[in-house]
């Protein structure tokens, strides 16, 4: 887990379980791949921040240092919408991302050595059931 990135009060933690969330039950509930899920809990304006914010980050920060962007070929997940995320910007807000931090390497740029790449996808416009895939 990334902590250094949270902002307010969010959590972010792989789940063991058979489920996508409370009250859903059958092949709607299952995780894709098996068992377990990355759950992801953030609210709105909870933080004294101006605008107000919150935000939090699940990743890896070891494994891929050093590789190069060139060799990915396909990033994606599948995501589980609640339905009360209908009247809280739903469809084109309220998804998780990817991020990437990454040194561009740029000629015309050289001393900028940090940047981000983030992959918004669009919205499943299903609720209460995993998505299909949804990649870059």
Not at 16 to 42: H, K, N
């Amino acid at each position: 887990m990334i902590t250094r990135n949270t902002i307010g009060s969010p959590v972010a933690a792989l789940r063991d379980g058979r489920y996508g969330s409370f009250g859903v039950t059958g092949p709607s509930a299952r995780p894709p791949y098996g068992q377990g899920s990355l759950g992801i809990e953030v609210a709105d304006k909870s933080a004294s921040l101006t605008p107000p914010s919150e935000a939090v980050d699940f990743g890896n920060e070891v494994d891929f240092y050093g590789g190069r962007v060139l060799g990915l070929r396909q990033l994606g997940f599948h995501v589980f919408q609640r339905g009360e995320n209908v009247s809280h910007g739903f469809p084109t807000t309220n998804m998780p991302n990817i991020g990437l931090e990454i040194d561009p390497n740029l000629t015309a740029v050289p001393a900028t050595t940090y940047t981000s790449m983030v992959w918004n996808p669009p919205s499943p416009l299903l609720v209460d059931r995993w998505s299909p895939y949804l990649f870059a």
